[in-house]
């Protein structure tokens, strides 16, 4: 175990002494205790400098997704591009189904609004709240404008509602290029988390579609978006729903953050209780469970690889109907690939994945 820390350790900074990893980060953050903590893990990497963290950039219409980046913000200090949903002056068309789709998701898959409630515990004078940041297709159009070519990765992990828009924008005061001309122009890679692979119809839900790429019901939203995206012919990593539920964490995590701590406020809210009678939450005195550390490993893949070490790539091409659903395609010659894991690692990577996110580098 001591032999993989150091050789992971010394792999990364290797990396970042080569130069920091130029990121944008586009995901949703709730109902899953691992938006949280891969929030954490951002900052901790940036701070580290082995990412240029460019943005953090809300995937959903959420009104409090801006006050929690700004919270991390303000934990971490650091001053990080925030973009996200503005009720006022959207970048993404969300009609009232969607939204209200969304409402009810976050309802049925949590007991507590963990945003909102991070926001009235953390949150203060200097929070930003929703009308107070950028739009998401004009911040990108922003940063990609201004990067060299190929140098950007994005790590999405996440709805993919952002895209489609960003990918149709045409010209502006940023560049004269496209969306779509943009992203081919200053892409390096792009690693998603989403989809379950080698084909989502074995994840056990009446529409065999992976909880991000399901997109709220919203049709052909993920099929537009990554068939756009593979046409760029830029590296495309996918890091599977079955790939994060067999790597947990928690309970170390916790007791080095500490209880006061957005992160572990989220875990323990995600672990929360409601009295049926009273219709409150009923906190949890201590975690009975660890999470899937979904989104953390798409980040530790994006940034540090561990191919060889901890997983194996598949070489092909995905195939998504409208739902969201996918498949997968063998083609030695694509640009696109998923991971799996090697034998016997969930431990170790559960190890690493914890030091990441509090900073034990």
Known sequence: ML???LSCK?????????SAIKLIYDGDIGPDACDFSTISMLHEYHNKGFIELLAVIGATPDLYHASTFSIYNQIYGNEI???????????VDFDEGLIKKYDEAIKEHTNADENKTIYEKYGNGKTLRSNGVTGTVTLYRKLLSEAEDNSIVIYAAGQLFNFPPLLKSGSDQYSPLSGKELLKAKLRKVVIMGGRFPESK?????IGAEWNWWAFGSKNITKMTMNALVETGKPIIYVGFEVGVQVHVGMEMIKRLGREHPTTEAFYLSKATRNPTKNTINESSFLTSENPAFDEIGLFVAVEGGIGEFFNTIQGRVEINEHGGNSWVRDEQGNESYITLLPDVEKKLSEIITDRITGDF
């Open 10 to 18: 010394a792999q990364v900074e290797n990396e970042s002494e080569i």
């Open 202 to 206: 074995t994840i056990g839900n009446p």
């Open 81 to 91: 591009p925030i973009a996200g949903y503005n009720p006022e002056s959207s970048d």
């Open 3 to 5: 032999f993989c820390i």
